[in-house]
């Protein structure tokens, strides 16, 4: 079965940078999508960024646009999210997704919902 298992996270100062690393395995499939998503408490879920594996486009989320990167291994089938310049705003729990049927489709509508695998979550915290 598909698994996804994040890591990275941490609390850091304002200005600061952390690489989170999400792991994928239990799929053979060479197009779909993975992303990044978060949730702070009381707010819901929004996406961060994400990536389709078939063009290797990408799309960043206007709040962390400039800041943040997504990227991917394919050899290894890890995602990875580079968050640098760091908020307080950032502060919550980091998800990765993946979506293989109609991935090409949820992918350019970046909507949680559309997406059907979930890692457990790591937290980033970022103080003032």
């Known amino acids: 079965q598909v698994q996804l298992v994040e890591s990275g996270g941490g609390s850091v100062q304002a200005g600061g940078s952390l690489r989170l690393s999400c792991a994928g395995s239990?799929?053979?499939?060479?197009?779909?999508?993975m992303g990044w998503f978060r949730q702070a408490p009381g707010r819901e879920r929004e996406g961060v960024a994400r990536?389709?594996?078939?063009?290797?486009?990408?799309a960043v989320g206007d709040s962390v646009k400039g800041r943040f990167t997504i990227s991917r291994d394919s050899a290894k089938e890890i995602l990875y999210l580079q968050m640098d310049h760091l908020k307080p705003e950032d502060t919550a729990m980091y998800y990765c997704?993946?979506?293989?049927?109609?991935?090409?489709?949820?992918?350019?509508?970046?909507?949680?919902?559309?997406?059907?695998?979930w890692g457990q979550g790591t937290q980033v915290t970022v103080s003032s």
């Open positions: 990536l389709y594996t078939g063009t290797n486009g990408t």
């Open positions: 997704a993946a979506v293989f049927r109609g991935a090409a489709f949820f992918c350019g509508r970046g909507d949680p919902s559309g997406f059907d695998y």
């Open positions: 239990g799929y053979t499939a060479s197009n779909y999508c």
